[in-house]
């Protein structure tokens, strides 16, 4: 049983496409979290939700929207898609706040 | 601002020596929560470890060990008797209380361990 999942796990689309990445965990965590690693490894945090609502919006792009249909789902839309975008993203959820996030495989996204 | 430095990018050992990965935060506030995860080459990150400011004992875990200095701000991570399978990129990470579960992550040391 995989705790939190991801699809798809590899996405390479060309650049102006709108694409999305989907997130669900059955851990019955309230809290989830989107992240991203770039090609340096460096892990950057995108969108925090607890119990479907935005917590944490840092300085991500207008073309990124983050949508959690129920708490055990959030899902991230691309629109636009840019060179610069290509990364590894990261699902992850946690019970609280401060506890102990769970990762998902991650999405490698390629922008051509 | 918060901030997690590893200052270590690569180390390489050899089998069965010891390797210590070094931490170092920054924050003013008082309450908040350090972690070390773990990224193999397969690319998942695995969670190995959280304490909270107000826990200062050292912590040991089969051949991991973590040691959380609040006088030099640190929480470093020593491996025992290395082995192949700890090869990985190891990332130290800080949340804050009231930030709504923020890691702010450093920039990850990549461990080689060479049989």
């Known amino acids: 049983d995989t705790a939190v999942s991801q699809t798809p796990k590899y996405l390479v689309t060309q650049m102006g496409n709108d694409k999305s990445i989907k997130c669900e965990q059955n851990?019955?965590?309230?809290?989830m979290y989107w992240y991203k690693q770039d090609s340096k490894k460096f892990l950057k945090i995108m969108f925090s939700?607890?119990?479907?609502?935005?917590?944490i919006n840092e300085t991500v792009p207008n073309r990124f929207s983050p949508k959690s249909p129920d708490k055990a789902h959030l899902n991230l839309h691309i629109n636009s898609l840019e060179l610069g975008d290509s990364a590894v993203y990261f699902c992850?959820?946690?019970?609280?706040?401060?506890?102990?996030?769970?990762f998902g495989p991650g999405t490698r996204l390629t922008v051509l | 601002a918060q901030k997690v430095t590893q200052a270590q990018t690569e180390i390489s050992v050899v089998e069965k020596e010891d390797v210590t990965l070094d931490c170092v935060y920054e924050?003013?506030?008082?309450?908040?929560?350090l972690f070390w995860y773990k990224q193999p080459p397969s690319g998942e990150l695995v969670f190995l470890i959280r304490?909270?400011?107000?826990?200062?004992q050292n912590e040991i875990s089969g051949r991991y060990s973590w040691n959380f200095q609040k006088s030099t701000s640190s929480f470093n991570f020593t491996i025992t008797a290395s082995q192949v399978v700890d090869s990985a990129v190891y990332f130290c990470?800080?949340?804050?209380?009231?930030?709504?579960?923020?890691?702010?992550f450093g920039q990850g040391t990549e461990l080689s361990v060479k049989p």
């Open positions: 939700y607890n119990n479907k609502e935005l917590i």
């Open positions: 924050t003013r506030d008082t309450t908040y929560y």
């Open positions: 990470a800080l949340t804050l209380y009231n930030q709504g579960g923020k890691l702010i």
């Open positions: 992850a959820s946690s019970p609280y706040r401060v506890n102990e996030q769970f």
């Open positions: 851990l019955g965590h309230d809290t």
């Open positions: 304490r909270n400011s107000f826990d200062e």
